[in-house]
């Protein structure tokens, strides 16, 4: 039975206890010192704080722009799991060890010394970043923490039980696994609700890529089932009339889309989802919260204003306001200083080649370049067919923020599309991990 906006109301409804370093002159775990200095400093240095997309990324260009900087990465998970084509994993097309690789290669191909632990306080004047590890002094140092969920956004969702039985899996790992299996040991017949959260937050069409997926698991192995979408947002927030044009045509009997339906209230022990609009009986349920900057981000002192929940950075080099030499890229970045860039693992790949430039060309006293950078964002739609958007970006003098140069959506989905889409992951893994 179809769930029309009408009568929507009718129905009830991670810490790194030690740390191992890689890399050329690699200090050996049982060498490092829990507080004071580690590797000391002996030459020009960047540090680079978060190993993901943007992270990773900045720390190879920094390597290849001038291999004479020492660069030195700081990660909590020994793991790279990638959060693009993860909703394929959820979606039973891949499964996590596609998405799983390790940053061995930075350090063997790049002499990038990578440190597994956790950074917990940043000193921008003595510049130093403390870890679990110990401290490390730096000439630069490039934050890339991603993003945390805001789970007192919604109530109920705050507490162990919650979060276990509504994993949000936006940030690709044991949720994404969990997600997976609540959906595979649904009955047929059964309610699955995924909760988009209000923009800002990580990959735009990340949400409607996902219920694509999962509507097109429904269809083939979960008769009578359906997938309700209830969005923060007043509508689909990227590739709105392609999404809604492929649930029209495959889901219209299983995916049910339901705007302006922010979700204010979970209840663990009954799978009640409360909405804007009413509530929904869930048998699953994806409730993607809230996001802000990582953690690290606050702990850091990088918020410039006390209710920010992003980081201000310059748009032309991506230093942050609060402290010289500090840069901050990907999804961490504030829309309102950088510009209107989506949160996307493309522009954080684009953002680490802006900053990793810009810190090692000002630490070798030369002027940093004009940013440029890119974006494409490929969605499945089932198995085999995507929809996408692209879009450029430069820096703008009169704004003095990044503005969208060209851009545009795929003009219908296609299966050449679909492949493209894998061409594009197995192309920018190997540009950040390669
Ligand atoms: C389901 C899904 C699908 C997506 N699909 C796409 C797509 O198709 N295309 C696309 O371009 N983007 C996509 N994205 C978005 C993309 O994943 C993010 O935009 C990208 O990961 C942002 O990179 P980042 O460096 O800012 O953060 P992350 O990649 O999350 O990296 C942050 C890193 O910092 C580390 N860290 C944080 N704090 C500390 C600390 N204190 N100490 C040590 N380490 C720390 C974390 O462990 C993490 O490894 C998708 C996202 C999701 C969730």
Redesign the pocket.
């Known amino acids: 039975m179809s769930i029309t906006r009408r009568n929507f109301i009718k129905y009830t409804f991670a810490a790194v206890a030690g740390a191992s370093v890689l890399g050329h002159s690699a200090v050996a775990p049982a060498a490092q010192k829990t507080s004071g200095i580690i590797m000391p400093k002996k030459g020009k240095r960047i540090v680079v ?7 990773c990324t900045a720390a190879k260009y920094a390597r290849m722009e001038d291999p004479k900087v020492e660069v030195i990465l ?4 020994p793991k790279f799991i990638s ?2 084509i ?2 394929l994993v959820i979606g039973g097309q891949k499964t996590m060890k596609d998405i799983t690789f390790t940053r061995d290669k930075l350090a063997k191909n790049y002499g990038i010394k990578i440190v597994y ?4 306080a940043l000193d921008a004047v003595k510049k130093t970043l403390t870890t679990k590890a110990g401290t490390i002094e730096y000439d630069k140092l490039i934050v ?4 945390s969920y805001d789970y007192d956004a919604i109530e109920g969702l705050n507490n162990a039980a919650a979060i276990k039985k509504f994993p949000a ?4 790992g044991a949720e994404t696994v969990a997600l997976r299996e609540k959906l595979v040991a649904m009955k047929p017949g059964g309610v699955v609700v995924l909760a988009v959260p209000p923009v800002p937050y ?2 735009p069409p ?1 949400p409607y ?2 219920a694509s997926l999962i509507a097109n698991f429904l269809k083939k192995y979960k008769k009578g089932s359906k997938i309700i979408v209830v969005d923060a947002n007043d509508d689909v927030t990227s590739k709105g009339p392609l999404f809604k044009k492929a649930w029209a045509d495959y889901y219209k009997d299983i995916l049910e889309y339901i705007p302006d339906a922010a979700v204010t209230k979970v209840d663990a022990s009954t799978g009640v989802i409360t909405t804007e609009q009413g509530e929904i009986k869930s048998d699953v349920a994806n409730i993607i919260p809230t996001m802000t900057a ?3 981000a606050f702990d850091l002192g990088l918020m410039n204003k006390p209710d920010d929940k992003f980081v201000r950075a310059d748009a032309y080099t991506l230093e942050s306001y609060n402290f010289k030499d500090v840069y901050v ?4 970045t504030h829309n309102g200083a950088v510009g209107g860039v989506p ?6 790949n684009s953002m680490g080649k802006v900053a990793a430039s810009a810190a090692v060309r000002t630490l070798n006293g030369q002027e940093p370049l004009a940013p440029s950078l890119i ?1 494409t ?2 969605s499945m739609v089932n198995d085999d067919e995507a929809i996408f958007v692209a879009a450029s970006y430069k820096y703008d003098d009169v704004s003095k923020r990044i503005i969208s140069a060209s851009g545009g959506t795929s003009p219908e989905r296609s299966v050449l599309f679909g492949k493209h889409a894998e061409d594009w992951a197995l192309g920018i893994w190997n540009d950040i991990l390669g």
């Open positions: 704080l978060g190993g993901g997309w943007g992270g700081i990660e909590r998970d959060c693009p993860s909703n632990t956790e950074a917990t890339s923490p991603g993003i899996a936006f940030k690709a990580r990959c990340g890529e996902r990582g953690k690290s890229i990907g999804d961490a949160k996307s693992g493309y522009v954080a974006n964002c490929y």
